[in-house]
């Protein structure tokens, strides 16, 4: 199945960085989702977006929809040790019989924090 | 904690055998996705129901088949298991708009 381009595939660095991750695609999307996952367990949402240029943050997060709706970024600030995880970006279509379709993802991004 | 369960946790069986895996969405949510996580094709959308009727179909197999009830909780069945369909399996509910994740059901076939 499809899937967006997601990247970078994994982050080393350091407690206290700033980290930057971003998926692009070939299609529009009309919203775009960032997600985090522990090893085992569900995707906890981070930051939903619903319009093209969308700015949007949530604590130490921020993320932003690209303006040809084909693109989005994820933005950590100041991270800490429970910043750990993979993060995906996912993008939705509306169906087109009204409503949403299922969820397209990224690959993952793998954050890595050395203390 | 998303507030979507799912059961049961762990699931081993063997190839050729038949599991259900049971949802139950967020209190008021109508609309029920179910996703497939492998390591090697990441995690895939494969079906939504929307108030006990099919919505969208994503990359499910024939063997799989889903239905959702009255009380909105949903099934997802897998039938004529193979090894390749070894992997998590997620759903997720949304009301509209952004979709909350449960912690998602194990399957391994042996």
């Known amino acids: 199945g499809q899937q967006l381009n997601q990247s970078p595939q994994s982050m080393f660095i350091q407690e206290g960085e700033d980290v930057s991750m971003n998926c692009t695609s070939s299609s529009i999307f009309n919203t775009w989702l960032w997600y985090k996952q522990d090893p085992g367990e569900g995707p906890v949402l981070l930051i939903a977006?619903?319009?093209?240029?969308e700015l949007t943050s949530n604590g130490r997060l921020t993320a932003q929809f690209g303006i040809t709706r084909k693109d989005s970024f994820l933005n950590i600030s100041a991270s800490i040790p429970s910043d750990v995880g993979i993060y995906f970006c996912a993008g939705q279509r509306p169906y087109s019989g009204g409503g949403a379709d299922g969820l397209t993802f990224g690959k993952g991004t793998h954050l890595i924090i050395q203390p | 904690d998303s507030g979507v369960t799912q059961t049961p946790k762990h699931l081993i069986t063997a190839t050729g055998q038949r599991v259900t895996l049971r949802c139950s969405p967020r209190s008021g949510d109508l609309s029920v996705y179910w996703y497939q996580q492998s390591l090697d094709q990441g995690l895939q959308f494969l079906i939504q129901y929307y108030n006990g009727e099919e919505r969208a179909k994503g990359n499910i197999l024939e063997r799989f088949s889903a239905q959702q009830f009255p009380d909105l909780h949903s099934e997802l069945n897998l039938s004529s298991l193979e090894l390749g369909d070894s992997a998590l399996y997620f759903c997720?509910?949304?009301?509209?708009?952004?979709?909350?994740f449960g912690p998602g059901t194990r399957l391994t076939v042996l």
């Open positions: 977006l619903y319009k093209a240029g």
């Open positions: 997720a509910s949304s009301a509209s708009g952004a979709q909350f």
